[in-house]
Nanobody
Framework: QVHLVESGGGLVQTGGSLRLSCALS????????MAWYRQAPGNKRELVAG???????NYVDSVKGRFTISRDNTKNTVYLQMNSLKPEDTAVYYC?????????WGQGTLVTVSS
């Protein structure tokens, strides 16, 4: 069974940085497309950044130039480096793995950016 575990969330001041990590277990990490989503209170869950099995990346416009998604297939881990954080980045961040019709979610990690 595929399992995702996120870490790295926390409280940071405006302008600060955090790095989220998501480790996949139970399958071959390298064949999955990985992504980070976030959900703020009262809002829908939105795609923040994605990275394909081949390493192609995409970002929502609001984080371009500030966030970087990367993956380390030797560690079965995807990362989200978040710089220049803003209060509007406050949300629960979820890791997502996709392979064909299979989709797996992590439990989420809370990021709070204070003004």
């Amino acid at each position: 069974q595929v399992h995702l575990v996120e870490s790295g969330g926390g409280l940071v001041q405006t302008g600060g940085s955090l790095r989220l990590s998501c480790a996949l277990s139970g399958s071959i990490f390298s064949i999955y497309s990985m992504a980070w989503y976030r959900q703020a209170p009262g809002n829908k869950r939105e795609l923040v950044a994605g990275i394909s099995s081949g390493g192609s990346t995409n970002y929502v416009d609001s984080v371009k130039g500030r966030f970087t998604i990367s993956r380390d297939n030797t560690k079965n881990t995807v990362y989200l480096q978040m710089n220049s954080l803003k209060p509007e980045d406050t949300a629960v961040y979820y890791c997502n793995a996709k392979k064909h019709s299979l989709e797996v979610w992590g439990q989420g990690t809370l990021v709070t950016v204070s003004s």
